[in-house]
C-alpha cells in the first residue's frame, strides 16, 4: 500500500482491506494525533461534494496534517479549460498526496499515472469511490463482529449506484450471501452477479422488501433517483416501495444495522433514525478513521 | 484465365501474406498495420470468395515482417487470419494471431463519460473474455464488447 494510489477497491487485497480495518479501529480509539504533522495533502475537488470533502479534511486535520485544494473546479484553471494531467502534475508538487473527486470516469486511474505522489480517488463520476467501501467494511466488521458469512440485503438504485457495486466486489471476498431488491429498471447488472456464480456465492433477487429483511444481517440502502428511470410513470409506480420505514424493523434480527452513504433523501423515514439499529450517521463518523487509516498507509505512517 | 488468376494472387519473393481477412475489415486491418504510412510493395485482394468467410480479403506484402505483438493487434477485427512468412518465394513459417492481454491504443472506449473519450488519453484495456471478444477499460472500468467495438487508429 505504501506510496501506491488507491483508485479502485480492487487495488487492494483481502489481506489490505483487513490492515485498514484494523489501523481504522486504532485512528477510532485515538484520532488526533501528531501524526501528519509536517505534511501537506491536497483535496482537489473538480465537483462538488461537501460530505466527502469535509471527511477527508477532518481526517488529515486532526492528525495534524495540512490542506490545500478547492472544493469546486469553477474557481481553477480547469474553468479556463486546463488538461486534468496538467492541474495533477502541478499540484504533485506542492503535496504530499492527492485526494480528487472528478465528474469523468477513470479520471483518477489517468491522475495516478500522471502523479509524482499517490492519489486517492474520492469518486470518479459513476465508477469507483474506494474510500466509501473501506469505511462501509469497517461500519459492518464493527458492528457485525466479523466479516464472514453475512447476510448483506441491498436496496434500491443497484444498477448505477457505484457503492453497491464496490461493496459487492470486497464482501465477495467474505462468503456473504447478498440480496438484490430494486425496480426492474434499476436491478444489479449481470457482470457483478456473473462474478458471484464464478466465485459459488448466493444471491437473490427481490423487487419488495417488506416480508423478506428478517434474515438480514446489513441493510444497505440506496436512493431511487427519478433521473434513472427512461419512464416517468414507472418511476412513480416504484418510488415508493424502496423507502425504509421504522415499523419494517420490528422482526428483524437483533444484530441488524441500516447502512446507507448519505445523503439520503426520503428513502429512510425519519423515525427510523430514533431506531437502535439505525447505524449511517456513526457510519459517517467512520469514514474518518478509515480515511485516516487510509492515509496514513499509503505515507508509510503506520508501524 | 489462368494466367489472369496468378497475377491476382502474384507470388511475392521475400514478405508476408496475411490471408483470410474479413473482406469488411480489410481497411481496418491496413489502419491498424499502419500500411498506409510504409513504402514497400503491397498486394491486396477483396470480397473474393472464400469457404471459411463470406468474403474474405488477402494481402501480399513485399519485404514486411511483423513482430508478433503487432500482428496480435488485428486480432480484434480479424481474429481467424492466416499469416505466412515467405522466403525466397517459400513459406517458411505460418502464424495465427491472438488478442493480446492488454490492448492499446486500437479502440474506443464504449463509455463516453470515460476520460478517454473526454482529453487525450489513449485508451488502454484488459482482455476479459476471448469469444465473444470483450475488453475492459483501464480507466473507467466499463466493458467494451465486440458489438460495441469501434476501431479508432493505427498505432
Known amino acids: 500500500m505504501v506510496g501506491k494510489s488507491l483508485v479502485s477497491i480492487d ?18 480509539k485515538n484520532p488526533k494525533q501528531n501524526i501528519l504533522q509536517g505534511y501537506v495533502i491536497a483535496t482537489l475537488f473538480f465537483e462538488p461534494s461537501t460530505r466527502t470533502r469535509l471527511s477527508f479534511e477532518s ?42 473527486r472528478h465528474p469523468v470516469e477513470g479520471s483518477a486511474r489517468w491522475a495516478s499515472e500522471m ?61 456473504t450471501t447478498f440480496h438484490f431488491i430494486s425496480p426492474d429498471e434499476l436491478k444489479m447488472p449481470d457482470e457483478y452477479k456473473q462474478h458471484l456464480d464464478a466465485l459459488g456465492l448466493k444471491y437473490h433477487e427481490h423487487k419488495d422488501f417488506t416480508d423478506i429483511i428478517a434474515e438480514a444481517d446489513i441493510l444497505y440502502m440506496t436512493r431511487v433517483q427519478k ?16 423507502i425504509l420505514k421504522n415499523e419494517m424493523l420490528e422482526n428483524t434480527k437483533k444484530n441488524l444495522k441500516v447502512l446507507h452513504p ?30 485516516q487509516a487510509i492515509i496514513t498507509s499509503i505515507l508509510g505512517l503506520n508501524k | 484465365m489462368k494466367d489472369r488468376k496468378q497475377l491476382v494472387v502474384s507470388a511475392i519473393k521475400d514478405g508476408t501474406v496475411i490471408d483470410h481477412i474479413p473482406a469488411k475489415e480489410l481497411f481496418r486491418v491496413i489502419d491498424i498495420l499502419g500500411l498506409d504510412h510504409i513504402e514497400n510493395q503491397i498486394t491486396f485482394g477483396t470480397n473474393l470468395d472464400s469457404e471459411k468467410l463470406e468474403k474474405k480479403g488477402i494481402m ?3 519485404g514486411v515482417f511483423f513482430k508478433q505483438e503487432d500482428l496480435d493487434r488485428i486480432a480484434l477485427v480479424a481474429p ?7 522466403r525466397d518465394y517459400e513459406v517458411v513459417e505460418k502464424k495465427v494471431v491472438e488478442i493480446p492481454e492488454r490492448i492499446e491504443r486500437i479502440v474506443k472506449c464504449v463509455n463516453p463519460m470515460c476520460i478517454t473519450n473526454q482529453e487525450e488519453v489513449r485508451t488502454k484495456f484488459d482482455l476479459v473474455t476471448r469469444h465473444p471478444v470483450s475488453i475492459k477499460c483501464y480507466y473507467c472500468e466499463k466493458i467494451t464488447d465486440a458489438n460495441s467495438m469501434e476501431i479508432i487508429s493505427s498505432g
Do not use: C, W
Not at chain 1, 461500519?139 to 449506484?161: A, C, H, N, R
Not at chain 2, 481467424?80 to 515467405?86: A, L
Open chain 1, 11 to 28: 487495488d487492494y487485497s483481502k489481506e489490505d482491506y483487513l490492515k485498514i480495518l484494523e489501523l481504522s479501529a486504532k485512528y477510532e
Open chain 1, 59 to 100: 481526517a488529515v486535520n486532526q492528525l495534524g496534517g495540512r490542506i490545500i485544494g478547492f472544493s469546486d473546479s469553477g474557481t481553477t484553471s480547469a474553468s479556463k479549460g486546463e488538461t486534468l494531467s496538467d492541474a495533477i502534475r502541478i499540484v504533485s508538487n506542492y503535496s504530499d498526496l492527492i485526494v480528487m
Open chain 1, 115 to 175: 502523479a509524482t505522489v499517490p492519489i486517492i480517488n474520492a469518486g470518479d463520476g459513476a465508477n469507483q469511490h474506494p474510500t466509501q467501501t473501506l469505511l462501509d467494511m469497517y461500519s459492518i466488521k464493527k458492528t457485525q463482529g466479523t466479516l464472514e458469512g453475512l447476510e448483506i440485503f441491498m436496496v434500491g438504485d443497484l444498477k448505477y449506484g457505484r457503492t453497491v457495486h464496490s461493496l459487492l466486489m470486497a464482501m465477495s471476498k467474505f462468503k
Open chain 1, 227 to 242: 433521473e434513472r428511470f427512461s419512464d416517468p410513470i414507472e418511476y412513480e409506480r416504484v418510488k415508493n416501495v424502496y
Open chain 1, 262 to 291: 448519505l445523503p439520503r433523501v426520503n428513502e429512510i423515514t425519519v423515525d427510523v433514525d430514533e431506531n437502535k439499529k439505525a447505524y449511517y450517521f456513526t457510519q459517517a463518523r467512520n469514514g474518518v478513521y478509515a480515511r
Open chain 2, 60 to 62: 501480399k506484402l513485399s
Open chain 2, 80 to 86: 481467424d487470419v492466416k499469416v505466412n512468412i515467405i
